[in-house]
């Protein structure tokens, strides 16, 4: 069998992937325009190509490298987990350590009575879990009809067919006879783009009222929980106002509905504190993590669980569970990233240096001529392009062309950026010092000034009808 190793020439590789390798939302006249990069290592916030080019990581990852990357403590822990037990299942009743460990420690950071962990593969399995969570919890309880789960339009909660169902990506829904039944999506509450004439705090408590009329609407004993990232970060990372959330959390405490905090992005340290829900002042039941878990070194994700789901739940048999629920390997080296996040105090650091650094000059993105809007909350900040900001006027071509447009010029100039339609998104590691956002931001506005320029002379700076 030959090796495939890093030292093969990149068009090689290129060839090799394009052959056999389906990639996730892609197509392959995008894959094959110019060839796909090819990543070779890592350190810290920069990534390495095939060509040697050095990468500066706006997303880490996919907004999951949060200590970074490189770090040996994580490999070591895995090659002895590896050899000491590579594998247990947790059925059966059987545990192993890590298994006991890390959700003694999940336990111990999550806030409230949320002391219960579900382990999963990743963020898709933990929603999907969750589904059958709390539909278990309610028919326990003698409500079987209480099985609605309502969501938003524009939220990211996974790829499988129940998570993606709880999404409320349109394109995603679109394909594979999705969404399943009971699952209800309201309004986003993204102000800039469907704020109309309202002040953004008028529409942060309409946007959260619709989750009252809808359970009026379906009725209260249908509706089993509401779940919703605390800042919504596929979907383009969308600040609500300050509105939404308590009264998001005064509906969900009055009709009994459980709430599910999806903290797959915002949780471990991403906002400035250790979960999302603390940043904003929600009080869920439930909390899908993965992602930062492991700092995406190994697949792991997890439901995290109050005392009373917790209970309920195990009077009966849940008839769910992995292979991999609770891997050792993953849950040793998830291990091994908290203790790293909490001992070298990374949260503490996004919060007093790098977050108060990263906003002043990304709130200062204004000023440019692209831009309309920029928010940003802890390390997970977007800016809204726009052809005319005080009308906050969406741009005459097809949407996300001018998003691409920038997204390129970022690639081009070594830094990865995300675009979600036509707003820009960045999601770095959070141990990125000020000297190294200092260096994204020469990167980031030498590329929308490339961006604006290629703009006007594609004649595109122009407003929607
Ligand atoms: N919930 C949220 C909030 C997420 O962001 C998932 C669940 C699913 O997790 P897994 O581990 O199954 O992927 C996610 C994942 C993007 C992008 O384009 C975002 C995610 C995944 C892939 C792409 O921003 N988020």
């Known amino acids: 069998m030959s090796i495939i190793t890093n030292h093969m020439p990149t068009a090689e590789l290129q060839a090799l992937d394009a052959a056999h390798h389906i990639h996730p939302f892609s197509t392959n006249a995008d894959l094959g325009r110019d060839g796909v990069r090819v990543i070779t290592r890592a350190k810290g916030v920069f990534l390495t190509d095939s060509e040697g080019e050095e990468i500066l990581d706006g997303m880490a990852g996919l907004w999951c490298v949060n200590i970074g990357y490189g770090r040996e403590e994580l490999a070591e822990v895995a090659a002895r987990q590896m050899r000491e037990l590579p594998f247990y299942n947790t059925f059966f009743k059987t545990t192993h350590v890590p298994a006991i460990a890390l959700a003694k420690k999940l336990a111990e950071l999550a806030p409230g009575d949320l002391n219960h962990v579900f382990y999963a593969g990743g963020g898709s399995e933990a929603n999907d879990t969750n589904i059958r969570l709390v539909r278990t919890y309610w028919a326990e309880k003698g409500k079987p009809d209480k099985n609605v789960i309502i969501s938003r339009k524009n939220a990211y909660h996974g790829s499988t067919v129940g998570s993606a169902s709880l999404g409320g990506m349109a394109p995603m829904h679109a394909q594979g006879g999705i969404p399943i039944p009971n699952i209800h999506h309201i309004n986003q509450p993204n102000w800039w783009a469907e704020g109309g004439g309202m002040s953004p705090e008028e529409f942060g408590l309409a946007r959260a009222r619709e989750l ?11 509706v089993a929980a509401f779940i919703a990232e605390p800042v919504q970060g596929a979907g383009g990372v969308i600040v609500a106002p300050d509105s939404y959330w308590p009264e998001i959390q005064r509906i969900c405490d009055k009709y009994e ?54 209970e309920v739940i195990g009077n009966c048999e849940f008839n769910h569970g992995y292979t991999y629920s609770g891997h050792p390997v993953a849950a040793a080296v998830a291990l091994e990233n908290l203790r790293i996040l909490e001992e ?8 007093d240096v790098a977050a108060p650094y990263l906003k002043e000059k990304w709130e200062a993105l204004v000023d440019h001529p692209l831009v309309g809007e920029a928010r940003i909350v802890g390390m997970m900040g977007s800016v809204a392009l726009t052809p005319n900001k005080e009308a906050r006027a969406k741009f005459a071509s097809e949407p996300g062309t001018i998003g691409l447009i920038c997204r390129e010029r970022c690639f081009a100039n070594n830094l990865i950026m995300r675009h979600v339609g036509d707003r820009l998104i960045i999601s770095p590691p959070l141990i990125i010092t000020p000297a190294e956002i200092d260096e994204m931001f020469v990167r980031i506005r030498k590329s929308l000034d490339e961006a604006h320029a290629e703009i006007l002379r594609q004649d595109l700076m122009k407003e929607a009808a």
């Not at 009080?283 to 005392?307: E, F, Q, W």
């Open 257 to 310: 509905i459980l709430l599910i905090a999806d903290e797959v992005i915002c949780g471990f340290g991403r906002t400035g504190n250790w979960f999302g829900s603390q940043t904003l002042g929600i009080r869920p039941h439930i909390m899908t993590v993965a992602k930062g878990l492991s700092s995406g070194y190994a697949p792991i994700g997890a439901s995290i669980v109050c005392d009373e789901v917790a």
């Open 344 to 351: 070298e105090k990374i949260i503490e650091h996004v919060r």
């Open 212 to 222: 009252e009329e809808a359970i009026q609407e379906l009725g209260e004993d249908r």
